[in-house]
């Protein structure tokens, strides 16, 4: 599993269109066409929210976190939509795995919605396994952008239960990322993106009310093959933990496959 208040002033004249870049053209997981500067800096304001609410005592981990998304109409011209995403992520002392099915809908050019299921087991060392079992919704919002760059939008709650307790954890993810290509057909692109965690209620297994966390990535994308983008960059995470706060430094690798 985001007006200026500056106003410009007017030109005579249309300016020339730019040819699209591969950034741009419709993949179902990449938005095109003006962004505010204001949504812009939702990004950088997200961002700074885990910085700003951090506290004095932190534990720090380096981790790795792979992570394959994929999104697929279920025939040509159809509104339905196929949603997988699969994600292997090695921390100190345990492999976190996350398989995510779910179906979506397009319900206009630029938003779908998704719901689906999560099962996310954690593998320790040494001691016993952990199993969480998630359902889940998400809106899809790809927002106009100018030439060169792309915008994205995805609030998504999840309904939480841990397997070997009854509590059943709420939780909401708003996500917020922002790309840039510097020129038509350029190889690569400038990824950005920050992803804010808000836990309604606590469970006996470990969730708690309030803040959880907040993800910041920055790195750099390009086209593998037709249908396929790789990003590579790094991902920091802030968790908000008793009794100390953590914050993992971790090596990202995302692949993105739309058809």
Request: proline share 7%; net charge positive; charged share 20%.
């Amino acid at each position: 599993m985001l007006a200026s208040a500056n106003s410009l002033p007017v030109r005579r004249g249309l300016p020339r269109a730019r040819p699209q870049t591969w950034l741009q053209r419709p993949s179902g997981l990449l938005p095109s066409g003006p962004v505010k500067t204001r949504a812009l800096l939702l990004v950088c304001f997200f961002g700074s929210a885990a910085v700003r609410s951090a506290r004095a005592e932190t534990q720090t981990e380096h981790q790795i976190w792979v992570a394959s998304i994929a999104q697929a109409r279920l025939r040509p011209g159809s509104r339905v939509l196929g949603w997988f995403d699969l994600h292997d992520r090695r921390r100190d002392g345990a492999t976190v795995l996350i398989v995510r099915p779910g179906v979506g809908y397009q319900v206009a050019e630029r938003v779908s919605l998704h719901v689906g299921y999560a099962w996310i087991p954690t593998f320790v060392d040494e001691g016993a396994n952990r199993h969480e079992h998630r359902s889940w919704q998400q809106l899809l919002w790809t927002l106009p952008a100018p030439a060169g760059w792309s915008f994205s939008l995805r609030p998504r709650l999840e309904q939480r239960v841990s397997l070997g307790s009854d509590d059943l954890g709420h939780r909401a993810r708003l996500f917020v990322r922002g790309a840039w290509a510097p020129w038509a057909e350029s190889p690569l692109l400038l990824a950005v993106w920050d992803e804010l965690f808000f836990q309604f209620n606590d469970t006996s297994w470990g969730a708690q009310r309030g803040f959880d966390q907040n993800r910041v990535f920055v790195g750099l994308g390009a086209p593998a093959l037709p249908g396929m983008r790789v990003e590579v960059g790094y991902l920091h995470v802030y968790l908000q933990r008793e009794p100390d706060d953590q914050v993992n430094h971790n090596l990202a690798v995302n692949v993105f496959l739309a058809y």
